[in-house]
């Protein structure tokens, strides 16, 4: 039992050490897998036995060294076996074995004597060794005989072994050195003494000593396989061309040039067969011709809907390096994915993960995208798009480019569509993707890539034609309809693309704003006022309220704030300008900055990049509009920099086609001192409430034909709860309809003849109240304690004394309070903070 047992054991080690053959060299990344699995620290160039301290705790690690070490000594044997028959069947000549084997018994001591790992022992030892070669040579250069030629054989041996053990004490320059000097002698010496036969074996098995001390021990298999193939091909064209072993010994240690190089004197006939033959190694020639051939039968045996069965066959699983390419790959991983999507997966991640085939893969990810974007028909097809893609990398492969990306962007915003409350705001929400399938197919038809042009261009008017025939039949449905259509947009800053002319009044803002930009010294803007009274909405609204050479560019410094440091800040408000400047309804093309000089010296890299945008756009005033400017203080501490705020201070002074426009809910008295030395000279504008006949346009015709849904009394109703507030008065008018919907559905109204009145304002203040209470409660939370604590006073019936003049004065600017002190200027306001009191 113990016997059988033993035999089993040795042929699962025998096993494992093939194993580890095939890995290193077809399945390098699942060699590294493996290795980090045995130790964390160990790579496929590392040398096991510098870990031999850690033998003892690390079985597998012991293991794994000893299988490195077997496969060293004995792989150049089998090399030598292989070849040799070869050369023999080629040449026509004998082959001298009992030379061969003297060298194998040299390396195989010089092996053995390695592992005792005595470092004064191998360096005696390597002394003794090399001195024994260079009176080999000598004897040999004087033609002694063949016993010169196999002591020299020996020794020549034990120094390869050696050079490759010793390799890790004396460094990899001194081994090979030694290697390629053995390497030399021993050919010289055999080509005098033992015979063209003898120095043809041993150059063949010393070819592959020095790939293997090159490339190092962990990697000596590779060495192996590689220079097995270019050393067969290299010595037998320099045989058959009647070259010395010393010219193939030169091609396959120095590669093409030095091959190229002996050749001139020796014979063209022998550098260029050998040069190509060193080539064809590189790139693995001699594996890629079967695996092409097995492709080729794979693409071509099997029919269309039976190659998802091929995947698990496809070359890259037995061959993880695979440099030259291999055609039809892509092609049935795009057919198999519309049988079986998962097997399709499978394979693109295992390609992406596990092989060098990523460009494959990303071959296959784009054709599967076209594939799925071509076969929408319907318009919930497209909303399907979104999830059927999910799994796609992100960034998305460049073969994409930003094209798929943008049709996912189409897809959700068809989806926002289908899930919105009425058919008209369906309708509405259309404008969105339908305006962005439109400028895709003008981009697609300036593009110089052709390829992308002709995949997504018949995508893009596909789609158009779906979304266009949705938003009619949309169209007709809502007018059908007996509900109220629901164009109230109560939240979100207003789009114009989406809330067209809902945007109501602000005329003076604008025309100042304009007036102040065309002044020979245009000063700092700063647009003020509470939250929710329309600032974001008017700056958007902006570039098509003022003339065309004023170019404003919009920067969100909320989200721009999150970076956290100065790089992040400046490259977020680069890519803001550059995407503002696409959306204008007159779209201007701005370069990208430096990415390097960005991020060695972020503002001034910005400085520049300011001045190259002024001398392209000559005759232009960029008006650039930081929003929630306030958070800039928020960058300024987490970086403990002013650089942001100097990098402004200079735009001011001297870029001249540059204005800035600052908006924000704070005052300038109201920030942190140092702000007060950055933004002199600075313009005011406040933006407060909606003149009463704005508000009253906005709730009777918030877009053009709207039907008349309200008495007169709903109106005033409306504007004295709200004072005109804009967000408030697109809250209440929003659940007003509501309302009206609600009983139509229940028919509690007549559709043709339903009317808002000034009780059914007054039933829906309580949904207002729940509604908006974000709103509300930030504007509460917003006030210091002696603020709210005057407030409560006044809701509690007292009346403002004389010390609360100053509180009182500021709760006046804030637009809480009347002049007078005693009195709320919006009911809503006040309705919600009592009830906020009476749940304390």
């Given amino acids: 039992m113990s016997n059988t047992s033993s035999i089993s054991g040795f042929w699962n080690y025998v096993a494992e050490c093939l194993r580890l053959l095939y890995w290193i060299y077809f399945k390098p990344f699942t060699f590294e897998r493996w290795l980090r699995d045995i130790h964390p620290e160990l790579k496929p160039r590392d040398n096991p036995f510098d870990k031999q301290a850690q033998f003892r705790t ?37 082959f001298n074995w009992f030379a061969s084997c003297v060298f194998f018994v040299g390396w195989f001591i010089g092996m053995v004597v390695k592992r005792d790992d005595n470092q004064n022992t191998l360096v005696i030892f390597y002394a003794a060794v090399f001195t024994i070669v260079l009176a ?81 021990t962990a990697d000596m298999a590779f060495g192996l396989a590689f220079d097995l193939v270019v050393t067969v091909v290299a010595v037998m064209a320099g045989a058959v061309a009647g070259a010395s072993v010393v010219t193939s010994m030169a091609a396959v240690a120095g590669g093409m040039v030095r091959a190229q190089m002996v050749g001139m004197s020796v014979g063209v006939a022998v550098g260029v067969p050998v040069s190509v033959a060193c080539i064809l190694g590189v790139l693995r020639v001699y594996f890629w011709l079967p695996e092409l051939l097995w492709i080729l039968t794979l693409f071509l045996l099997f029919p269309n809907g039976k190659r998802v069965n091929c995947l698990r066959y496809l070359p890259p699983r037995f061959d993880e390096l695979i440099i030259l390419p291999l055609p039809f790959m892509d092609v049935m991983i795009v057919e198999a994915y519309r049988k079986n999507p998962m097997a399709a997966h499978e394979t693109i991640n295992y390609l992406i993960t596990s092989t060098n085939q990523q460009k494959v893969a990303a071959q296959a990810i784009s054709g599967i995208a076209v594939d799925i974007l071509n076969r929408c028909q319907r318009l919930g097809d497209i909303v399907e798009i979104a999830n059927q893609l999910a799994w796609i990398p992100s960034p998305a492969p460049k073969e994409l480019g930003i094209v798929l990306p943008q049709f996912l962007d189409i897809s959700q915003n068809v989806r926002a569509s289908e899930e919105a409350t009425s058919l008209y705001r369906q309708y509405e929400l259309l404008n969105i993707p339908i305006t962005a ?100 909405s008017a700056l958007k609204y902006l570039p098509h309220r003022i003339q065309a050479n004023i170019v404003p560019l919009l920067v969100d410094l909320q989200g721009a704030a999150s970076a956290t ?88 002074q001297h870029q001249r086609q540059w204005i800035l426009l600052f908006s924000g809910s704070q005052e300038l008295s109201e920030l942190d001192d140092y702000w007060s030395k950055y933004l002199n000279n600075t313009r005011a504008l406040r933006m407060t409430y909606l003149h009463e006949s704005e508000a009253r346009d906005l709730i009777q015709q918030p877009i053009e034909n709207f039907s008349d849904i309200y008495e007169p009394t709903a109106v005033d109703a409306i504007i004295q709860v709200t004072r005109c507030q804009p967000y408030l008065v697109q809250l209440v008018c929003y659940e007003v309809v509501e309302l009206l919907n609600r009983d139509i559905r229940r028919n509690r109204r007549e559709a043709d003849t ?62 809480i309070l009347t002049l007078e002190g005693n009195a709320f200027q919006v009911p809503l306001v006040q309705k919600y903070i009592e009830q906020l009191l009476e749940e304390e």
């Avoid at 093309?589 to 000089?597: E, Q, S």
Wanted: hydrophobic share 50%.
């Fill in 754 to 815: 339903a009317k808002a009145t000034a009780q059914d304002v007054k039933e829906v203040i309580p949904v207002v109240l729940e509604r908006g209470d974000q709103y509300f409660r930030e504007l509460w939370t917003s006030l210091a304690d002696s603020d709210r604590s005057l407030l409560r006073r006044i809701i509690h019936g007292e009346t403002p004394t004389q010390q609360d003049k100053g509180i009182v004065r500021k709760l006046t600017r804030k637009e």
């Fill in 437 to 536: 399938l439109r400028q895709l197919a003008q981009s697609l038809a300036l593009t110089t890539d052709a390829r992308v042009a002709v995949s997504f261009g018949n995508t893009t008017q596909s789609w158009l034609t779906i979304l266009e025939t949705a938003q009619r039949t949309l169209n007709e449905q809502a007018q059908r309809s007996q509900e109220i259509r629901q164009v109230y947009i109560a939240g979100n800053s207003l789009d114009p693309e989406t809330a067209k002319n809902r945007f109501k009044g602000r005329i003076d803002i604008f025309r100042e704003i304009e007036s102040l930009t065309l002044s020979e010294q245009p000063p700092v803007l700063l647009l003020y006022g509470g939250r929710r009274t329309g600032k974001t």
């Fill in 136 to 216: 080999a040579i000598f004897l040999s250069s004087v033609a002694v005989g063949l016993v010169a030629g196999m002591a020299l054989a020996v020794a020549v041996g034990v120094v390869a072994g050696m050079a490759l053990a010793v390799e890790r004490n004396v460094g990899v320059a001194a081994a090979v050195a030694a290697a390629v000097a053995a390497a030399v002698a021993l050919a010289v010496a055999l080509a005098v003494a033992g015979g063209v036969g003898a120095a043809v074996a041993t150059a063949v098995a010393l070819a592959v000593v020095m790939a293997v001390v090159v490339g190092g």
């Fill in 565 to 652: 440091t100065l790089k992040g800040l400046a490259e977020n408000l680069a890519q803001q300008i550059i995407e503002a400047a696409r959306r204008l309804p007159r779209k201007v093309f701005l370069p990208n900055p430096d990415a390097n000089k960005l991020a060695e010296d972020p503002f001034p890299a910005l400085q520049t990049w300011f001045a190259e945008i002024e001398r392209s756009n000559s005759g232009k005033q960029f008006l650039l509009c930081l929003d929630e400017y306030e958070r800039l203080g928020e960058v300024v501490k987490a970086t403990s920099s002013h650089a942001p705020l100097n990098f402004i201070r200079n735009l001011m």
């Fill in 58 to 94: 690390n079985p597998r690690l012991r293991r794994y060294a000893g299988q490195v070490w077997w496969l060293t000594a004995v792989v150049p044997m089998f090399a030598v076996l292989l070849v040799a028959p070869v050369y023999t069947l080629v040449s026509g000549e004998s």
